[in-house]
C-alpha cells in the first residue's frame, strides 16, 4: 500500500489537497491512504523516519516555516529513496530544473485559480501508481552510470552500444535519444553486463539486440539508429558462433 | 665486411624508439613499425656516404614523424634534438663500458668487423636510451606542460631553432672526430649541455604557457566588462518598469474617477496582469543570478540570456543555491556554458514557440547544470553531433560540442548526459565535487 503525505502551510489549502486526494483514491479504489497532512514540515519528515516502503508526498514549496518544500524534499529522499514527490506551487517556472534534478520529483502542481486540482492531483496519483506497480513487478536491468554519488539508471535493452570516446579514459553511452559520456573503461563495463552484450572490438560493446546488419567482409556491424561499430577479426568470428 | 652495412643502421630503431618516449606520442603499432623500417633504411642508405648526413636525416625524419602524430613542429624539434643527445651519450656510455671490458682489443677496429660485439653494443645502447628517455618524458612532460605550446611568439622560435641547431652541430663536430670514445669525460660536456637544453625548453614552453593563461585573462576581463554593460542596460530597463508603473496608476486613477468599474475590470486583465509578469520574470532572472558566485561564470549566463532575450526567447534560470564550482577550472566551465547555451538559442531560435531553461542544482556532492532548449530536429544523431567539423545549420556547430568533448577529457569527475525527446533537446553536466582535482 502506498502511503500519503500532505505539506501545506495555509490551511485552507491543505484542506482542499487533503480532499482531493482522498476523492482520487476513492474514485479510482487505490490501495494508498492519506498517512498524515500537516503544515508542519517536521512532523511529516518524524512520520516519514519511522514509517517504511515507497510513499506519496504533495509538499508546498512556500512552507512557513525553517525549511522550505525543497529541503524537505531533499530530507525525504534520505529516508524513501524510492517514494514519489509532488511539489504544490505558485512559481513553477522558477523552479522545476530543480524539482527534477535535486529530489527527482514526480512532478509539480499549479496552485492558481484557472488549474483543476482535482483533476491535476488525480493524475499525479495514478501516475505514481503506475510507476510503483510496475517497479514492483520489473526485471528491467539497468546499467548504471556513476558520476560521484549521483547515479544515472540506464535500461539495458536501451543501450545500442558502448564506445571509448576520442578522448582518453571517458566512455560514451549510445540510446536512441541519448548520449552519455563518462569517465570509465570498457573493460570494466562489460563485466558489469549480462549476455546480451557483446565486445565486439576494443573500443565497443555492442547490445545484440539492437544489430541490424552485419558485414563480415569489411567487418561492420549495422546497429539500430546509424550507428557502425567495426568488429575485430576474433570478435566477428566469436559472434557468428553465437 | 658488406653485412655490417646492413647492421649499422640498426641504431636507428633505438633512436626510433627514443624519439617516441620522449615526445610522449600516441602512434599506432603498425604505424611506428613502417617509421622504423623507413629510418633503417634511410640511414643505411646515408650511412654509404657520411655519417653526417645519416644523423642529420635521421634527425628530420623523427621530427617529421613526432610532427605528423600529433604535436607542434616546434615539438618535434625538439624532442628529435633530445633524441639525437641521448643517442650520443648512450652511445658514449656504451663504448666506454666496453672498453672497459674487452681492454685488450682495439675496440672501435672490432665494432666494425664483429657481429658479436655489435650486439652487445646495442643492447648497453638500447637500454640505456630507453632508460634516459623514460626519465626524460616525466620530466619534460609533466613538469613543463611541452603540449602546451598553442602559439609560439616567432622571435622566441628563431632564438629557439638557433640555439638547438647550434648544439646540435656543436656536438656532432665532435663526435665524428671519434673523440667520444678516445674521451670519456667529454660525456659531462654533453649532460651540461643537455641541462642547457632543458632550461631553454622549459623557458620556451613556460613563456608560451603564461602567454596563454593571460590571453584568457584578458577574455575574462572582457567577459566582465560585458557582464557591466548589461547591468547597466538592465537598470535603465528597470527605470522604464518604474515609469511603465506609474502611468498604469494614473490610468487607474482615470477610471476610478469617472467610476468605470467595468473599465478598470478590462483594463486591469488586459494591462495590469501582463506587466506584472514581465516584470516579475526580468527582475527574478537577474535576481537569481546573483547566486552564482563566480562573477565570470555570471557575465556569461548574463549575456547569453539577454542575448537570447533580444532574439524573443525566453530563458528561464532555476538557481535555488549558491553556487560556486571548486573542482573544475572556472575558465572550463564558462566556455562549455557558453558553447551549449549558443547552440540551446540557436537551436530554440527556429522553433514556432523558443524557450531555453537553464538550471543549476545541487544535489549532495553533485553540482548538475541542465540546459533544455525547444527544437525543430527530431532526427537529430547524438553521436555525429559531437563530432568535430559536424554541423546542422553551417556555422560550426559542431565544432563547438567537439570542443566540449575535449574540454571534458581533463576532468574524470564530470558525466554529460545529452538527449533529444519530443522536440526538447537537454544537455545535463553532471559535475561530483567530492573529488578535488590536484
Redesign the interface.
Known amino acids: 500500500m502506498l502511503k500519503i503525505y500532505i505539506c501545506e502551510d495555509d490551511k485552507k489549502q491543505l484542506d482542499m489537497i487533503t480532499k482531493a486526494v482522498e476523492k482520487a483514491i476513492l474514485t479510482e479504489e487505490l490501495d494508498m491512504k492519506v498517512e498524515v497532512s500537516s503544515s508542519d514540515p517536521f512532523e511529516i519528515l518524524h512520520i516519514v523516519e519511522q514509517s517504511n516502503g515507497p510513499g506519496i508526498y504533495f509538499l508546498d514549496v512556500e512552507l512557513n516555516a525553517k525549511i522550505d518544500g525543497i529541503e524537505l524534499a531533499s530530507n525525504i529522499r534520505n529516508y524513501d529513496p524510492r517514494g514519489f514527490i509532488v511539489f504544490v506551487t505558485t512559481h513553477p517556472e522558477l523552479s522545476y530544473l530543480t524539482f527534477k534534478y535535486k529530489v527527482e520529483a514526480l512532478d509539480y502542481i499549479i496552485k492558481s485559480e484557472n488549474e483543476d486540482l482535482n483533476e491535476n492531483i488525480r493524475k499525479c496519483i495514478l501516475n505514481a501508481n503506475k510507476k510503483f506497480i510496475s517497479t514492483k513487478k520489473d526485471t528491467k536491468k539497468f546499467f548504471y552510470a556513476k558520476c560521484g554519488q549521483k547515479v544515472l539508471h540506464i535500461p539495458f535493452e536501451e543501450i545500442i552500444y558502448f564506445e571509448t570516446s576520442l578522448t582518453p579514459h571517458k566512455v560514451l553511452i549510445h540510446t536512441l535519444k541519448r548520449r552519455i559520456e563518462f569517465y570509465g573503461h570498457i573493460g570494466e563495463i562489460v563485466r558489469e553486463l549480462d549476455d546480451r552484450f557483446y565486445k565486439c572490438h576494443k573500443s565497443y560493446i555492442i547490445n545484440k539486440d539492437h544489430i541490424s546488419m552485419v558485414d563480415k567482409k569489411t567487418r561492420e556491424i549495422f546497429l539500430n539508429g546509424d550507428n557502425v561499430c567495426t568488429a575485430s577479426v576474433r570478435a566477428i568470428k566469436g559472434l557468428y558462433d553465437q | 665486411m658488406v653485412y655490417m652495412d646492413f647492421i649499422k643502421p640498426l641504431t636507428a630503431i633505438i633512436f626510433c624508439l627514443t624519439a617516441g618516449i620522449i615526445s610522449d606520442i600516441k602512434i599506432k603499432k603498425l604505424n611506428f613499425l613502417l617509421w622504423t623500417i623507413a629510418s633503417y633504411i634511410v640511414v643505411g642508405v646515408s650511412l654509404l656516404y657520411s655519417r653526417v648526413l645519416s644523423s642529420a636525416a635521421i634527425f628530420v625524419l623523427m621530427a617529421i614523424m613526432i610532427r605528423n602524430n600529433g604535436n607542434k613542429l616546434v615539438s618535434g624539434f625538439n624532442s628529435a634534438m633530445f633524441a639525437m643527445i641521448i643517442m650520443i651519450i648512450a652511445d658514449s656510455v656504451a663504448s666506454f663500458l666496453l672498453k672497459k671490458i674487452y681492454i685488450d682489443i682495439d675496440f672501435q677496429a672490432q665494432l666494425r668487423l664483429s657481429w658479436q660485439l655489435f650486439a652487445q653494443f646495442f643492447i648497453i645502447e638500447g637500454l640505456i636510451a630507453i632508460m634516459f628517455s623514460v626519465t626524460m618524458r616525466q620530466l619534460l612532460h609533466k613538469k613543463m606542460h611541452i603540449k602546451e605550446s598553442g602559439k609560439v611568439d616567432l622571435k622566441v622560435l628563431i632564438v629557439f631553432f638557433v640555439t638547438t641547431m647550434s648544439v646540435f652541430v656543436f656536438m656532432y663536430a665532435t663526435a665524428i672526430k671519434g673523440t667520444i670514445s678516445l674521451h670519456p669525460q667529454l660525456i659531462i660536456i654533453y649532460i651540461v649541455f643537455f641541462l642547457f637544453l632543458i632550461i631553454f625548453t622549459y623557458f620556451v614552453f613556460n613563456t608560451t604557457f603564461k602567454e596563454r593563461r593571460l590571453e584568457h585573462g584578458a577574455e575574462e576581463m572582457k567577459r566582465l566588462e560585458e557582464y557591466t554593460a548589461n547591468i547597466e542596460s538592465m537598470y535603465r530597463d528597470i527605470r522604464s518598469i518604474r515609469h511603465d508603473y506609474s502611468n498604469v496608476i494614473s490610468s487607474m486613477i482615470g477610471y476610478l474617477d469617472e467610476n468605470d468599474m467595468n473599465g478598470l475590470r478590462e483594463y486591469f486583465k488586459n494591462e495590469i496582469v501582463p506587466f506584472a509578469g514581465r516584470m516579475e520574470?526580468a527582475d527574478?532572472n537577474m535576481s537569481?543570478l546573483s547566486r552564482v558566485k563566480d562573477p565570470s561564470l555570471k557575465g556569461v549566463l548574463a549575456v547569453k540570456i539577454i542575448r537570447a532575450q533580444e532574439n524573443n526567447i525566453p530563458v528561464?534560470i532555476?538557481i535555488?543555491e549558491d553556487i560556486k564550482i571548486k573542482t573544475v577550472e572556472i575558465l572550463d566551465i564558462n566556455r562549455i556554458v557558453g558553447i551549449l547555451l549558443d547552440n540551446a538559442v540557436e537551436a530554440a531560435s527556429e522553433c514556432e514557440k523558443p524557450y531555453v531553461?537553464?538550471?543549476f542544482?545541487?544535489?549532495?556532492?553533485?553540482l548538475?547544470i541542465?540546459i533544455?532548449n525547444s527544437t525543430l530536429d527530431r532526427s537529430v544523431?547524438?553521436?555525429r553531433i559531437?563530432e568535430p567539423g559536424f554541423s546542422t545549420k553551417g556555422e560550426g556547430r559542431g565544432i563547438g560540442l567537439a570542443n566540449v568533448?575535449?574540454i571534458?577529457?581533463k576532468y574524470?569527475?564530470?558525466?554529460?548526459?545529452?538527449?533529444?525527446?519530443r522536440n526538447e533537446f537537454k544537455q545535463?553536466i553532471?559535475?561530483?565535487?567530492?573529488?578535488k582535482e590536484e
Open positions: 520574470t527574478n537569481v528561464k532555476d535555488n531553461d537553464i538550471g542544482v545541487k544535489s549532495e556532492n553533485t548538475i541542465a533544455v544523431n547524438l553521436r559531437f568533448s575535449e571534458l577529457s574524470k569527475n564530470i558525466l554529460l548526459d545529452t538527449s533529444i525527446e545535463v553532471h559535475i561530483d565535487e567530492s573529488i
